[in-house]
T-cell receptor, first 112, second 118 residues
Framework: QQQVKQSPQSLIVQKGGISIINCAYE??????FPWYQQFPGKGPALLIA?????SEKKEGRFTISFNKSAKQFSLHIMDSQPGDSATYFC???????????FGKGTSLLVTP | EPEVTQTPSHQVTQMGQEVILRCVPI?????FYWYRQILGQKVEFLVS????????KSEIFDDQFSVERPDGSNFTLKIRSTKLEDSAMYFC????????????????FGPGTRLLVL
């Protein structure tokens, strides 16, 4: 059972463009939704996270949009830069739990 | 900035052998985790550990796996009898464990140990 579905699997965006990655979850008990960024040879690192009591959270060029009724959330990277090229994972977790449930990841390439 | 460290970075072993993967969590963190990522697949939760006890484990974490905090700084994952399908990148993570909802705390990941079982 895939608790968190992520799309697309890969994404190519031109420098300055908007990168959009989408995720959907099944378990309504999830109430914490982080996005992780992973560069080659490194572990995942927290990028930004949202709780379901808000519909949007913005940190610099990164924005999470959250739709509780649709059980969907997305990451928007504005003004994408070549340095943003990495793998992005959405995840979900219950506040009462410990396990992060990851999506399959999106490999983002930002071309100059 | 404090980091989670893992050793070794790569390990090759023969099927049936025991392996121990080592992690040094961030020093003031209280919760520790192991995840694995089979090549091309998603990161999967294995186990969480607090106060010298397993607090949660997944279906993957069967009797061939065990975790231990042998001293005040190290956290280990032991695989007793490795199988070919254990080949993966294994990530250790830690979190502070000081907030009311530990589930909403940031988990900080190490760089991983790539395990290859032949």
């Amino acid at each position: 059972q895939q608790q968190v579905k992520q799309s697309p699997q890969s994404l190519i965006v031109q420098k300055g463009g908007i990168s959009i990655i989408n995720c959907a979850y099944e378990n309504t008990a999830f109430d914490y939704f982080p996005w992780y960024q992973q560069f080659p040879g490194k572990g995942p690192a927290l990028l930004i996270a949202i709780r379901p009591d808000v519909s949007e959270k913005k940190e610099g060029r990164f924005t999470i949009s959250f739709n509780k009724s649709a059980k969907q959330f997305s990451l928007h990277i504005m003004d994408s830069q070549p340095g943003d090229s990495a793998t992005y994972f959405c995840a979900a977790r219950k506040s009462s739990g410990y396990a992060l449930n990851f999506g399959k990841g999106t490999s983002l390439l930002v071309t100059p | 900035e404090p980091e989670v460290t893992q050793t070794p970075s790569h390990q090759v072993t023969q099927m049936g052998q025991e392996v121990i993967l080592r992690c040094v969590p961030i020093s003031n963190h209280l919760y520790f985790y192991w995840y694995r990522q089979i090549l091309g697949q998603k990161v999967e939760f294995l186990v969480s550990f607090y106060n010298n006890e397993i607090s949660e484990k997944s279906e993957i974490f069967d009797d061939q796996f065990s975790v231990e905090r042998p001293d005040g700084s190290n956290f280990t994952l032991k695989i007793r009898s490795t199988k070919l399908e254990d080949s993966a990148m294994y990530f250790c993570a830690s979190s502070k464990g000081t907030s009311r909802y530990v589930g909403q705390e940031t988990q900080y990941f190490g760089p991983g140990t790539r395990l290859l079982v032949l």
